[in-house]
Nanobody, 124 residues
């Protein structure tokens, strides 16, 4: 019942910044965690970051630690991913996802709902 809509993707030069947004709607209960994943052409969908709304814990892939920051706005049911110091290897389609279980925040198979994705392209 949860619907997710991503926005904020675009094309930037290496070293630039973007902020992705994920607006959640529908359902009667909040997911345990919201996560961001990304997938480049010909590659697997990889975990990027996640946040638990109740405990307010955050998680990051090693490749983005120190550069990306995840946050949420409970009033608008929106999750954000601030991406700084972008690199060409960050180029991918970024997906927002909702996890109803209290485990496996770093695994795509544990997430129940997915957005349509937003393209991020970083040029060198």
């Amino acid at each position: 019942q949860v619907q997710l809509v991503e926005s904020g993707g675009g094309m930037v030069q290496a070293g630039g910044s973007l902020r992705l947004s994920c607006a959640a709607s529908g359902g009667t209960n909040r997911p345990y965690a919201m996560g961001w994943f990304r997938q480049a052409p010909g590659k697997e969908r990889d975990f990027v970051s996640a946040i638990t709304w109740s405990a307010r814990n955050t998680y990051y892939a090693d490749s983005v630690k120190g550069r990306f920051t995840i946050s949420r706005d409970s009033a608008t049911n929106t999750v954000y991913l601030q991406m700084n110091s972008l690199k060409p290897e960050d180029t991918a389609v970024y997906y927002c996802a909702a996890n109803q279980r209290n485990y496996g925040v770093g695994r795509s198979s544990t997430y129940d709902y997915w957005g349509q994705g937003t393209q991020v392209t970083v040029s060198s």
